[in-house]
């Protein structure tokens, strides 16, 4: 909550035009193209973590697949770390989130700004229903961020397991996976501290489809946590 405070002070200047204009545009998505809400996505983002002392340590830049219609697969470390992707990220997507962010205000514009969907974990049919929107769009040339942990880890750079439902709408899509290593993302929001802090975002080799084709979902959700966790490990 400090380092809220901290960005909302250090931007106070520049928070009511752009509160107006996130909600506005959050109201009326169909008005703006994509990179144009993700243009105004990243400039809030930079603001924010310039005055809340936090900064973007980019590795992997060179992963992120030249051609739209891919999907990044990160741990979840906590409520910070879309905002991380987007500053690291110069590609627009979306993401596929829990239904709780909706009662979260600022992230909840955020979300309605990206089109993404709010997922109710206890919900089977929704579930299927977004796995199958999110596939078809994917085809179409979006890109999308799915936190495959379902929550967030409370133990820090420690992730849990990764679900295998998680990978099926990229089965479907038949679309590049990119892994994404998020270090210290718990750090901005989820410690009472506004001592600058690095939060390091490394995109790590996309796995292609013809390299997971044959397997199970499982068994995708095993590799790519690896992957992480390895990465991690290297890093921190």
Same mark, same amino acid.
Request: glycine letters at 4%.
């Given at each position: 909550?400090?380092?809220?405070?901290?960005?909302?002070?250090?931007?106070?200047?520049?928070? /009511?035009?752009?509160?107006?204009?996130?909600?506005?545009?959050?109201?009326? @998505?169909?008005?703006?193209?994509?990179?144009?809400?993700?243009?105004?996505? &990243?400039?809030?983002?930079?603001?924010?973590?310039?005055?809340?002392?936090?900064?973007?340590?980019? *590795?992997?830049?060179?992963?992120? /697949?030249? $051609?739209?219609?891919?999907?990044?697969?990160?741990? *979840?470390?906590?409520?910070?770390?879309?905002?991380?992707?987007?500053?690291?990220?110069?590609?627009?997507?979306?993401?596929?989130?829990?239904?709780?962010?909706?009662? #979260?205000?600022?992230?909840?514009?955020? #979300?309605?700004?990206?089109?993404?969907?709010?997922?109710?974990?206890?919900?089977?049919?929704?579930?299927?229903?977004?796995?199958?929107?999110?596939?078809?769009?994917?085809?179409?040339?979006?890109?999308?961020?799915?936190?495959?942990?379902?929550?967030?880890?409370?133990?820090?750079?420690?992730?849990?397991?990764? &679900?295998?439902?998680?990978?099926?709408?990229?089965?479907?899509?038949?679309? !590049?996976?990119?892994? @994404?290593?998020?270090?210290?993302?718990? &750090?901005?929001?989820?410690?009472?501290?506004?001592?600058?802090?690095?939060?390091? @975002? *490394?995109?790590? $080799? !996309? #796995?292609?489809?013809?390299?997971?084709?044959?397997?199970?979902?499982?068994? #995708?959700?095993?590799? @790519?946590?690896?992957?992480?966790?390895?990465?991690?490990? $290297?890093?921190?």
């Amino acid at each position: 909550m400090k380092r809220i405070l901290l960005m909302v002070f250090r931007n106070i200047l520049l928070v /009511p035009f752009m509160w107006c204009k996130l909600c506005y545009y959050a109201a009326h @998505v169909d008005k703006y193209t994509e990179e144009q809400h993700y243009k105004m996505l &990243k400039f809030i983002v930079l603001r924010a973590n310039k005055g809340g002392n936090v900064t973007i340590d980019v *590795h992997g830049l060179e992963n992120i /697949p030249s $051609e739209s219609g891919f999907m990044f697969f990160p741990n *979840h470390q906590g409520l910070y770390d879309v905002l991380a992707i987007v500053e690291a990220c110069p590609t627009p997507f979306s993401v596929v989130a829990k239904k709780e962010i909706k009662d #979260i205000q600022f992230l909840k514009q955020v #979300i309605a700004c990206m089109k993404g969907y709010l997922l109710d974990r206890e919900d089977v049919r929704q579930a299927m229903t977004i796995i199958a929107n999110v596939s078809e769009e994917v085809k179409k040339g979006r890109n999308y961020v799915i936190f495959a942990e379902g929550t967030r880890s409370k133990n820090g750079n420690e992730i849990q397991d990764f &679900k295998g439902g998680s990978f099926k709408a990229a089965t479907k899509a038949k679309c !590049p996976i990119v892994p @994404v290593a998020l270090i210290d993302s718990f &750090k901005p929001f989820d410690t009472n501290t506004i001592s600058p802090v690095t939060v390091q @975002v *490394h995109f790590l $080799e !996309p #796995i292609n489809y013809d390299e997971y084709k044959d397997m199970k979902t499982k068994e #995708i959700a095993m590799l @790519v946590h690896n992957r992480i966790q390895k990465a991690i490990y $290297e890093n921190i």
